[in-house]
């Protein structure tokens, strides 16, 4: 079973540039996340997807961030104009139902660098 | 206050040894406990669930959840290099998707 894929793997911007990262989930999964991950800290939920939907956007930056998961399958998440507080690791995961819960799964991260 | 917390680390034993990592929470609607292991450079992959306080093992790994103290334990057993990562642990409300994680103990284990 192939797992999530992200791409780029790394990004490099100036600030005040516009960046986007893209996530394939693992397939059928229904629920997709964006997590951005601090050096040194654990992730931080930006967003949450139901199928195409939006559960939960109530931590993302959304005068900068924006993101959107088309077809309810593949997600973009853009950040415009970008800030240096924004270098991170930007971590995609999917899910599906293990009992009577969901398990998540993550990508390998985009990680950027903001100068 | 952080919903959940965990020492940072870092943590550094010599192979063989046991290794005890540790969450407190402050939500007693948490449900679900998970512990990740992140490599440098990967994104974080799912060790260990539980839902019930008590232990559960798996192999060299076994999970810790007092409930009543607000307190769970990922303990590993004749720990091996290969295990040095960055150990998050995470948790739930029953039924709800959103995950609440600590911020990473990095392990260091010395051949």
């Known amino acids: 079973e192939a797992g999530v894929a992200q791409s780029p793997r790394y990004k490099i911007i100036e600030k005040r540039q516009s960046v986007a990262f893209w996530c394939n989930p693992i397939?059928?999964?229904?629920?997709l996340y964006w997590y951005q991950q601090i050096l040194g800290q654990g992730p931080k939920l930006l967003i949450q997807?139901?199928?195409?939907?939006?559960?939960?956007d109530s931590q993302l930056p959304k005068d900068r961030f924006s993101a959107e998961r088309l077809k309810g399958v593949d997600s973009t998440l853009k950040i415009q104009p970008a800030k240096l507080e924004d270098s991170a690791v930007y971590l995609c995961?999917?899910?599906?139902?293990?009992?009577?819960?969901?398990?998540?799964?993550f990508g390998p991260g985009t990680r950027l660098l903001v100068l | 206050q952080k919903e959940v917390e965990q020492d940072p680390g870092p943590l550094s034993v010599p192979e063989g040894a046991i290794v005890s990592l540790n969450c407190t929470y402050s939500?007693?609607?948490?449900?679900?406990f998970m512990w990740y292991r992140q490599y440098s450079r990967k994104g974080p992959e799912l060790l260990m669930y539980?839902?019930?306080?008590g232990n559960k093992e798996d192999g060299r790994f076994t999970a810790q959840v007092d409930k009543s103290s607000k307190y769970i334990s990922l303990f590993i057993r004749d720990s091996q290099p290969s295990d040095s990562a960055t150990y998050l642990c995470?948790?739930?409300?029953?039924?709800?998707?959103?995950?609440?994680f600590g911020s990473g103990t990095k392990l260091n284990v010395k051949p």
């Open positions: 995961a999917s899910s599906f139902p293990t009992g009577r819960q969901e398990t998540q799964y």
């Open positions: 397939s059928g999964h229904a629920t």
């Open positions: 997807f139901q199928n195409n939907g939006v559960v939960d």
């Open positions: 939500n007693s609607a948490f449900q679900y």
């Open positions: 539980t839902y019930s306080s």
């Open positions: 995470a948790m739930s409300i029953y039924n709800f998707n959103k995950f609440y």
